[in-house]
């Protein structure tokens, strides 16, 4: 394999191409538009943009968007010239964008399920319990054992505390 060089004011270029690239191909599904409301997906082989370009005209309006895509933050986040129109660069960001919002709830449930793991272990009391923390939704989950009923309300109360924390069940049993 040939190497080949390239001048230090390409790189960044270079690397935002290969960036989009990369994400294009390992997002695949997240790219190919959705239907929604009835509308038609992309034939196989047709460039999701196109396909959702229903008017030929380069660019995709909202009305244009919201036909696979319900996330509108996700499309006026990525109309940075805010034109109302994606070309196909503002539409690669919109695409991660809507996909972002879509996990972002997961990124949250596993960032409060370590909050809650960290405050239980942090508590000189609770530092031996054998709890099982599982967060949906913001909903905390405590299951295991407690050696008595006082320490599993302990568990409960501290949850509760934690940051972006909903409700909790307690599933906790006692020996």
Known sequence: MRRQTFHAAERPRLAA?????AFALAAGAALTPQPAHGADIAPAGENPFSAMDTNHNGCISLQEWERS???RKAF?????KHTGCLDQTAYLKAVALSTGHATGRYLSDA???????????????LKGLDVNVNTHKGVVQLSGWAD?????????????????????QDDLNTK
């Open 17 to 21: 191409k290969l960036w989009l690239t």
């Open 69 to 71: 895509h319900a996330d």
């Open 76 to 80: 006026y986040q990525a109309d940075g």
């Open 111 to 125: 960032w409060i399920t370590a909050k809650v793991k960290a405050a239980l272990v942090k508590d000189e009391k």
């Open 148 to 168: 008595n009923p006082e320490l599993a309300h302990r568990a409960v109360r501290i949850a509760t505390t934690v940051e972006g924390v909903k409700g909790v």
